[in-house]
């Protein structure tokens, strides 16, 4: 019996040092075996890594977050009449807002996406996370945002040090004096914009959740891990998933209470009386998704189907013990192809 073909769409192609979630989506899809697939990619820039391996069928280049909603709607009605688009899963905080602007434009195109609603993206924003958590009743660290350099004096009466420095979307700093607080401050701002978000630090592990709620307050799947290898950069290189209940009970609870639709990063601190903190909340997939798959809950697999309307059960328990250890790969492709992408937007 053939599978049904399915063209999916797939942001976050780069894989540096800071990887996008894209190509470990992509390999999810792949392996889930469910759907004759056509993956479509769209890239920012023509050296992202995802545009020349072989799991992406064609590569587009699509402009930037900044460049807005119009801009962006031509180029996916350009693509999509070429490509017949049946799913779009962007992967990058900064382009979601866009994205949930066009989604009823692209449904009537006959597009499928499957991403949180407007409210339910702004209200977890980190400037906003402290009124979230009491809000749903979780345990939020307090934060406040800051708009200029005068306000850092003011801190140490409000958070005391060590604190931590948060960029609106991604970077986070700990800092343990005021003339670090400036430093990151500036480093921050001049690469994401203001504000910057001030949060008090929490001394504990940090440990995350990979998760996905299907818009009516179910959890469909919530996978616990604890990075055990972190670049500076803060990332984790390797993790591994955790039998967790008191972390799937707090994920149920935030699904249940914010009905959240889409996927999902938190991130949270286990403090030394086990208690957890929510210090982000990351309203996509995140780079590490691929262990979804690998302890028994495939994520992306799972919301592809939300997308098209159809009905997910709740995934059985995950495997915890299950590791995944990150490393880089060297594609080779030839000066043409980088040429074509560069001069035509399309490989």
Not at 11 to 24: C, F, I, K, Q
Not at 98 to 118: D, G, Q, S, V, W
Not at 153 to 172: I, M, N, T
Not at 192 to 213: D, H, S, Y
Request: glycine share 8%; with cysteine.
């Amino acid at each position: 019996m053939s599978k049904p073909k399915l063209t999916v769409a797939v942001t976050g192609l780069n894989a540096h040092d800071n990887p996008g979630p894209g190509v470990p989506v992509i390999r999810c899809l792949r392996d889930a075996g469910n759907y004759d697939l056509r993956i479509i990619g769209f890239a920012y820039e023509n050296l992202e890594p995802g545009i020349y391996l072989k799991d992406v069928d064609k590569s587009y280049l699509v402009p930037y977050p900044q460049e807005g909603t119009e801009v962006l709607l031509q180029r996916i009605e350009y693509i999509h009449a070429i490509e017949n688009i049946d799913v779009i899963i962007p992967n990058y905080d900064a382009e979601l807002y866009n994205y949930m602007r066009i989604a009823p434009k692209l449904k009537n195109m006959n597009i499928a996406t499957f991403l949180p609603t407007m409210e339910q993206f702004e209200e977890r924003h980190k400037h906003n996370l402290t009124e979230f958590g009491k809000k749903y009743g979780l345990n939020v660290p307090f934060s406040k945002p800051i708009l200029n350099f005068s306000e850092i004096s003011s801190l140490r009466h409000e958070f005391g040090y060590p604190l931590v420095v948060k960029g609106k979307f991604y970077d986070a700093y700990i800092a343990h004096s005021p003339e670090q607080v400036e430093v990151y401050f500036g480093k921050i701002s001049a690469k994401w914009g203001l504000p910057v978000i001030i949060q008090k630090f929490v001394q504990g592990t940090e440990v995350n959740v990979a998760a996905l709620g299907d818009g009516d307050g179910n959890t469909i799947a919530a996978v616990p891990m604890k990075k055990l290898y972190i670049t500076d950069k803060g990332k984790g290189w390797s993790g591994i998933t955790l039998d967790d209940d008191k972390m799937i009970d707090l994920t149920q609870k935030l699904m249940s209470e914010t009905k959240w639709q889409g996927g999902m990063e938190l991130e949270l601190i286990k403090d030394g009386k086990n208690d957890l903190y929510i210090i982000e909340i990351n309203p996509r997939m995140p780079a590490w998704i691929y262990l979804s798959h690998g302890a028994g809950q495939n994520i992306p697999d799972a919301l592809v189907k939300l997308a098209l309307g159809e009905k997910v059960k709740p995934y059985p328990k995950h495997k915890s013990g299950i590791m995944f250890i990150r490393y880089s790969y060297d594609t080779l492709t030839d000066i043409n192809q980088f040429q074509k992408i560069a001069t035509t937007g399309e490989l």
